[in-house]
T-cell receptor, first 109, second 119 residues
Framework: SYVLTQPPSVSVAPGKTARITCGGNNIGSKSVHWYQQKPGQAPVLVIYYDSDRPSGIPERFSGSNSGNTATLTISRVEAGDEADYYC????????????FGTGTKVTVL | QVQLVQSGSELKKPGASVKVSCKASGYTFTSYAMNWVRQAPGQGLEWMGWINTNTGNPTYAQGFTGRFVFSLDTSVSTAYLQISSLKAEDTAVYYCARAGFGEGWFDPWGQGTLVTVSS
């Protein structure tokens, strides 16, 4: 089955840039979506189709996808960005049609 | 606005069954698929499968066959997840999430339903 690998944690100072990677075999050929999950809350879509932002999501959130790595970038990080982030793809080649990444905890220092 | 509202927390004994509901509003229920996602305590997101809201045909991910059943009541725009023969390892938050048919993303999500299995 298709595997998406994320770093367990990323730490960043307020005002700086956080980059969260999502590794998968030839992930650049797939569409990647990203979710933010704060403690005790349901996930929220922050990026879809690699780099599109849903309405209401700040421009500080951006995404890219190429080769074997997709990246979620959070610019000018704020305390409220502290959360778990998950990448997700649809993989038609396996029983797990939808696959989530392992998740990354973003800590704002 | 588009919204998914799930039923409340459940405490069940091992071997019992539970049925979680997910009521949709703000959109045409049969225009989107409904997915189910499990999150065990302190763990990541795990896709359980989806149900075609037009045909009622469910698709289960590996590891979620047998004891897990997805169903619908389109007259009230509600999807259901039933788990039978509950085990302690079924303790988790269960989310419903809307997605397009086929490749796509999940938006929105229900608020989640905590199912606790304990004797």
């Amino acid at each position: 089955s298709y595997v998406l690998t994320q770093p367990p944690s990323v730490s960043v100072a307020p005002g700086k840039t956080a980059r969260i990677t999502c590794g998968g075999n030839n992930i650049g050929s797939k569409s990647v979506h990203w979710y933010q999950q704060k403690p005790g809350q349901a996930p929220v879509l922050v990026i879809y189709y690699d780099s599109d932002r849903p309405s209401g999501i700040p421009e500080r959130f951006s995404g890219s996808n190429s080769g074997n790595t997709a990246t979620l970038t959070i610019s000018r990080v704020e305390a409220g960005d502290e959360a778990d982030y998950y990448c997700q793809v649809w993989d038609s080649s396996s029983d797990h049609h939808y696959v989530f990444g392992t998740g990354t905890k973003v800590t704002v220092l | 606005q588009v919204q998914l509202v799930q039923s409340g927390s459940e405490l069940k004994k091992p071997g019992a069954s539970v049925k979680v509901s997910c009521k949709a509003s703000g959109y045409t229920f049969t225009s989107y698929a409904m997915n189910w996602v499990r999150q065990a305590p302190g763990q990541g997101l795990e896709w359980m499968g989806w149900i075609n809201t037009n045909t009622g045909n469910p698709t289960y991910a590996q590891g979620f066959t047998g004891r897990f059943v997805f169903s619908l009541d389109t007259s009230v725009s509600t999807a259901y997840l039933q788990i039978s023969s509950l085990k302690a390892e079924d303790t988790a938050v269960y989310y419903c999430a809307r997605a397009g048919f086929g490749e796509g993303w999940f938006d929105p999500w229900g608020q989640g339903t905590l199912v606790t299995v304990s004797s």
